[in-house]
């Protein structure tokens, strides 16, 4: 089982940036996609962006309420997933979570129950 830890969250203005990491440790081998996904409070958890490699090629999604504006990428020798999250808007503000699937897919095609490992989370507030 692979072990994820999210970082980089934090208190943003609108139209702000950050970056959050999502580090990967013990059993990453086997894992295809990582995914981001967010919960605003009082609102269902939503799938953001995922990246998965297919036979050697990278495949990206992104939520059409993000897209041009976040960018998913991964440092395989690192273990770590990233979100670059540009342009912030208040209603980005959510917990934001690092998840992985063993599914051999490309990326638009995961839906949020075939992640089945996830992080604890890490909070992002865009708010002036």
């Known amino acids: 089982q692979v072990h994820l830890v999210e970082s980089g969250g934090g208190l943003v203005q609108p139209g702000g940036s950050l970056r959050l990491s999502c580090a990967a440790s013990?059993?990453?081998?086997?894992?295809?996609?990582f995914g981001w996904f967010r919960q605003a409070p009082g609102k269902e958890r939503e799938g953001v962006s995922y990246?998965?490699?297919?036979?050697?090629?990278?495949?990206?999604y992104y939520a059409a309420s993000v897209k041009g504006r976040f960018t998913i990428s991964r440092d395989s020798a690192k273990n770590t997933v990233y979100l670059q999250v540009n342009s912030l808007k208040t209603e980005d503000t959510a917990d934001y979570y690092c998840?992985?699937?063993?599914?051999?897919?490309?990326?638009?095609?995961?839906?949020?129950?075939?992640?089945?490992?996830w992080g604890q989370g890490t909070q992002e507030t865009v708010s002036s």
């Open positions: 013990g059993r990453t081998l086997g894992y295809h996609a």
């Open positions: 998840a992985a699937s063993r599914l051999m897919l490309q990326a638009s095609d995961y839906v949020e129950a075939d992640f089945g490992d």
């Open positions: 990246i998965s490699n297919v036979d050697g090629t990278t495949y990206t």
